[in-house]
């Protein structure tokens, strides 16, 4: 299912980054339900999915100039930010606690940080960011697959039908990226 030729995605990218509205409504009509139903899957919450879904295409308005497309396809990185927003609304939930369940205990307990937690919080955020790194290195076509399957959450033959490939060719891709990973990871910072 390709949304796009490379040539035709370009093209539009370029129209966006000029200040073209038409061109930004051409891609939001051809990408929203997608993007929409990934963060209606994440944050089940159809509100909190449309406004993820909008401040996408804020985003896009506002760094077309800086859209790569050696690096990844348009809904690729359309899916990565949409991912981003998805995960600071789950975290903004997190901290959010309701009117009436705080008391003198509770506030109190919440002041308190969890030195271990805390350092563990580090040490998986820099291995995550680590990983991140790494997935760019990667050959273009098997960063792709990667990325909608476990930075977007799609499953392989959601990736298989949505890229136009095999399901075979997703996995082949997948195993080779994951050997990559593993051979450019420092030893020890790997859980496989």
Sequence with gaps: MELFTKCEELALMQKIADGDPSALHELHKKTSSILFKMALKIIANVSE???????????????????????????????????????????????????????????????????????????LKEQSEMVRSVVKSLPATQREVVELAFFSDMTHAQVAEFLGISLGTVKSRIRYAFEKIRNLMPAGKTNT
């Design 49 to 123: 999915a449309e406004e993820v879904v909008q401040d996408v295409y804020m985003s896009v308005w506002k760094n077309a100039g800086k859209f790569d497309g050696k690096k990844a396809k348009v809904l690729t990185w359309m899916t990565v930010i949409m991912k981003n927003r998805c995960i600071d609304k789950i975290r903004a939930r997190k901290r959010r606690i309701p009117a009436g369940l705080t008391d003198e205990n509770t506030s109190h307990h919440n002041l308190q940080v969890d030195k271990k937690t805390a350092v563990d919080a580090m040490q």
